[in-house]
């Protein structure tokens, strides 16, 4: 169902990607890396045996990792990288409610559990998909004020 089609406040499991892939604490950053490019994807939930530690994005391995001479990063694991204590939403969470702590925090991902189980990831990406699917359900495409 689009975000437009609504008739009240849809919950944040609405707009989430499901099933999001994740890395060990010890995933070499090469591998999450190479897993991020392969699948297209700019954030990675870090789990240890199976719980949400972290969050590793493009822009922490970018910031936090050195490359050498021939472009590869150097010999680290997710959990030197990653950003630890990530925001954790449950499904039914309004989404309003999540968009105004994402502002707050300055994040651009939510991850999403169901009694404590990652179930999904939330993005600016998704949400503004989203977001213009509802301004193109409101107003025609070629109407500019």
Same mark, same amino acid.
């Given at each position: 169902?689009?975000?437009? #089609?609504?008739?009240?406040?849809p919950?944040? +499991?609405?707009?989430?990607?499901?099933?999001?892939?994740?890395?060990?604490? #010890?995933?070499?950053?090469?591998?999450?890396?190479?897993?991020? *490019? =392969?699948?297209?994807? &700019? $954030?990675?939930?870090?789990?240890?045996?199976?719980?949400?530690?972290?969050?590793?994005? %493009?822009?922490?391995?970018?910031?936090?990792?050195?490359?050498? /001479?021939? +472009?590869?990063?150097?010999?680290?694991?997710? $959990?030197?990288?990653?950003?630890?204590?990530? @925001? %954790?939403?449950?499904? +039914? *969470?309004?989404?309003?409610?999540? !968009?105004? *702590?994402?502002?707050? &925090?300055?994040?651009?991902?939510?991850?999403? =559990?169901?009694?404590?189980?990652?179930? +999904? %990831? !939330?993005?600016?990406?998704?949400?503004?998909?989203a977001?213009? /699917?509802?301004?193109?359900?409101? @107003?025609?495409?070629?109407?500019v004020?």
């Amino acid at each position: 169902m689009k975000l437009a #089609d609504h008739p009240r406040m849809p919950p944040v +499991g609405a707009l989430m990607t499901p099933f999001p892939h994740t890395a060990e604490v #010890d995933t070499p950053v090469s591998d999450v890396l190479a897993r991020m *490019e =392969a699948e297209d994807f &700019r $954030h990675l939930p870090v789990v240890r045996e199976g719980a949400l530690v972290g969050i590793v994005s %493009i822009r922490d391995i970018a910031r936090r990792t050195r490359w050498d /001479e021939e +472009g590869a990063p150097q010999p680290l694991e997710a $959990h030197q990288v990653m950003t630890p204590d990530p @925001y %954790i939403v449950e499904t +039914g *969470e309004p989404l309003a409610t999540v !968009l105004r *702590e994402m502002v707050a &925090r300055k994040i651009g991902t939510a991850l999403v =559990a169901k009694r404590a189980k990652l179930v +999904g %990831i !939330l993005t600016l990406t998704d949400i503004c998909d989203a977001f213009a /699917e509802v301004l193109e359900a409101r @107003y025609e495409p070629d109407s500019v004020a």
